[in-house]
Protein backbone atom coordinates (compact mmCIF):
# COMPACT_ATOMS: atom_id res chain seq x y z
CA UNK A 1 0.00 0.00 0.00
CA UNK A 2 2.47 2.70 0.99
CA UNK A 3 4.52 2.01 -2.32
CA UNK A 4 1.56 2.43 -4.57
CA UNK A 5 1.09 5.78 -2.42
CA UNK A 6 4.91 6.82 -3.37
CA UNK A 7 4.21 6.06 -6.90
CA UNK A 8 1.03 8.06 -7.31
CA UNK A 9 2.87 10.77 -5.34
CA UNK A 10 5.14 10.52 -7.94
CA UNK A 11 3.39 10.73 -10.89
CA UNK A 12 0.83 13.05 -9.87
CA UNK A 13 2.18 15.42 -7.73
CA UNK A 14 5.37 15.82 -9.43
CA UNK A 15 4.49 15.93 -13.38
CA UNK A 16 3.76 19.43 -13.42
CA UNK A 17 6.90 20.53 -12.04
CA UNK A 18 9.20 18.18 -14.85
CA UNK A 19 6.80 19.81 -17.52
CA UNK A 20 7.86 22.83 -15.85
CA UNK A 21 11.66 22.44 -15.35
CA UNK A 22 11.47 20.75 -19.65
CA UNK A 23 10.25 23.68 -21.02
CA UNK A 24 12.11 26.82 -22.27
CA UNK A 25 11.40 30.13 -20.16
CA UNK A 26 9.62 32.99 -21.93
CA UNK A 27 8.74 36.57 -20.76
CA UNK A 28 6.43 35.73 -17.28
CA UNK A 29 2.94 36.67 -18.48
CA UNK A 30 0.20 35.06 -16.69
CA UNK A 31 -1.41 31.77 -17.97
CA UNK A 32 -4.72 33.35 -18.55
CA UNK A 33 -8.12 30.75 -18.20
CA UNK A 34 -10.30 29.38 -15.54
CA UNK A 35 -10.65 25.44 -15.84
CA UNK A 36 -12.02 22.74 -14.37
CA UNK A 37 -10.30 19.61 -13.99
CA UNK A 38 -9.89 15.74 -12.21
CA UNK A 39 -6.74 14.26 -10.64
CA UNK A 40 -6.30 11.52 -7.73
CA UNK A 41 -5.74 12.64 -4.00
CA UNK A 42 -3.05 10.95 -1.85
CA UNK A 43 -2.43 11.46 1.58
CA UNK A 44 1.04 11.56 2.53
CA UNK A 45 0.43 11.85 6.27
CA UNK A 46 0.37 8.81 8.66
CA UNK A 47 -3.56 8.07 10.19
CA UNK A 48 -4.66 4.91 11.97
CA UNK A 49 -7.13 3.87 8.99
CA UNK A 50 -4.40 3.29 5.68
CA UNK A 51 -7.15 2.87 3.49
CA UNK A 52 -8.21 6.52 3.54
CA UNK A 53 -4.92 7.42 1.68
CA UNK A 54 -6.36 7.11 -1.44
CA UNK A 55 -8.93 8.99 -3.12
CA UNK A 56 -9.77 11.41 -5.84
CA UNK A 57 -10.44 15.02 -6.34
CA UNK A 58 -12.30 17.27 -8.78
CA UNK A 59 -11.06 20.94 -8.73
CA UNK A 60 -12.15 24.66 -10.27
CA UNK A 61 -10.41 27.52 -10.57
CA UNK A 62 -11.56 30.79 -11.67
CA UNK A 63 -9.10 33.19 -12.65
CA UNK A 64 -9.39 37.31 -12.11
CA UNK A 65 -7.80 38.50 -15.56
CA UNK A 66 -6.82 42.01 -14.20
CA UNK A 67 -5.55 40.52 -10.94
CA UNK A 68 -3.38 37.96 -9.90
CA UNK A 69 -5.72 36.43 -7.67
CA UNK A 70 -7.79 32.95 -8.42
CA UNK A 71 -10.79 31.48 -6.49
CA UNK A 72 -10.40 28.05 -6.29
CA UNK A 73 -12.26 25.18 -4.73
CA UNK A 74 -11.66 21.30 -4.46
CA UNK A 75 -13.25 18.55 -3.46
CA UNK A 76 -11.41 15.79 -2.06
CA UNK A 77 -13.00 12.39 -1.96
CA UNK A 78 -12.52 9.28 0.20
CA UNK A 79 -13.75 7.48 2.36
CA UNK A 80 -15.45 10.99 3.91
CA UNK A 81 -15.45 14.04 1.30
CA UNK A 82 -13.80 17.43 1.98
CA UNK A 83 -14.57 20.42 0.20
CA UNK A 84 -11.61 23.26 0.08
CA UNK A 85 -12.40 26.72 -0.98
CA UNK A 86 -9.29 28.94 -1.33
CA UNK A 87 -7.95 32.49 -2.33
CA UNK A 88 -4.83 31.97 -4.20
CA UNK A 89 -1.87 34.41 -5.00
CA UNK A 90 -0.87 33.90 -8.98
CA UNK A 91 3.17 34.20 -9.54
CA UNK A 92 3.37 34.10 -13.47
CA UNK A 93 6.32 31.85 -14.51
CA UNK A 94 6.30 32.07 -17.72
CA UNK A 95 3.94 32.07 -20.55
CA UNK A 96 2.21 29.44 -19.46
CA UNK A 97 2.90 28.55 -16.00
CA UNK A 98 1.24 30.26 -12.88
CA UNK A 99 2.63 28.83 -9.38
CA UNK A 100 0.35 29.69 -6.69
CA UNK A 101 -0.31 29.77 -2.68
CA UNK A 102 -3.87 29.90 -1.71
CA UNK A 103 -5.38 30.23 1.51
CA UNK A 104 -8.84 28.76 2.77
CA UNK A 105 -10.89 26.03 4.65
CA UNK A 106 -11.27 22.66 4.42
CA UNK A 107 -14.91 21.88 5.43
CA UNK A 108 -15.85 17.99 6.11
CA UNK A 109 -18.70 16.03 7.55
CA UNK A 110 -18.73 13.19 9.58
CA UNK A 111 -15.75 11.29 11.32
CA UNK A 112 -14.66 8.83 8.44
CA UNK A 113 -11.11 10.36 6.83
CA UNK A 114 -10.88 12.13 3.57
CA UNK A 115 -7.88 12.86 1.52
CA UNK A 116 -6.94 15.99 4.33
CA UNK A 117 -8.45 14.43 7.56
CA UNK A 118 -11.37 14.27 9.70
CA UNK A 119 -12.10 17.72 11.14
CA UNK A 120 -13.05 21.40 9.36
CA UNK A 121 -9.72 23.50 9.64
CA UNK A 122 -7.57 26.23 7.86
CA UNK A 123 -6.23 25.26 4.83
CA UNK A 124 -3.16 26.52 2.85
CA UNK A 125 -2.89 25.27 -1.00
CA UNK A 126 0.42 25.83 -2.50
CA UNK A 127 0.40 24.97 -6.75
CA UNK A 128 1.62 25.12 -9.87
CA UNK A 129 -0.59 25.16 -13.21
CA UNK A 130 0.43 24.66 -16.97
CA UNK A 131 -1.16 25.15 -19.82
CA UNK A 132 -0.75 22.75 -23.11
CA UNK A 133 0.29 25.11 -26.08
CA UNK A 134 -2.07 25.90 -28.40
CA UNK A 135 -5.24 24.15 -26.52
CA UNK A 136 -6.90 24.39 -23.69
CA UNK A 137 -5.52 21.47 -21.69
CA UNK A 138 -4.28 22.54 -18.37
CA UNK A 139 -1.84 20.49 -16.04
CA UNK A 140 -1.83 20.78 -12.26
CA UNK A 141 -0.33 19.75 -8.91
CA UNK A 142 -0.82 20.99 -5.65
CA UNK A 143 -0.89 19.81 -1.94
CA UNK A 144 -3.59 21.00 0.35
CA UNK A 145 -2.13 21.40 4.45
CA UNK A 146 -4.84 21.17 6.64
CA UNK A 147 -3.69 22.85 9.99
CA UNK A 148 -5.07 20.39 12.79
CA UNK A 149 -7.25 18.21 10.11
CA UNK A 150 -7.52 15.47 12.43
CA UNK A 151 -9.86 14.98 15.48
CA UNK A 152 -8.77 13.72 18.50
CA UNK A 153 -5.01 13.74 17.52
CA UNK A 154 -5.00 17.29 16.30
CA UNK A 155 -2.28 16.64 14.09
CA UNK A 156 -1.82 18.34 10.45
CA UNK A 157 -3.36 16.99 7.04
CA UNK A 158 -1.87 17.07 4.03
CA UNK A 159 -2.39 15.62 0.71
CA UNK A 160 -0.94 16.40 -3.05
CA UNK A 161 -3.13 16.13 -6.01
CA UNK A 162 -1.63 15.88 -9.90
CA UNK A 163 -4.12 15.84 -12.79
CA UNK A 164 -5.12 17.24 -15.79
CA UNK A 165 -8.39 20.14 -16.60
CA UNK A 166 -10.05 22.23 -19.63
CA UNK A 167 -9.76 25.24 -19.70
CA UNK A 168 -13.36 27.85 -20.46
Not at 45 to 63: M, N, P
Not at 77 to 100: E, F, H, K
Request: charged share 10%.
Amino acid sequence: MKSDRLKYLVFGGLMPLFVYIYHSPATAKPAYGSYFGVSPAVSVTDSSQEEQSLGGAVGVRYKFLKLPISVRTQALIGGNTAIVPTVSYDLPLNWQTDAYVGAGFVLTSGDSLSPVGNQTSFAIQPGIDYVLPNSNTVIFGNAVIAVDGYKGNGGNAISIQGGIGWRF
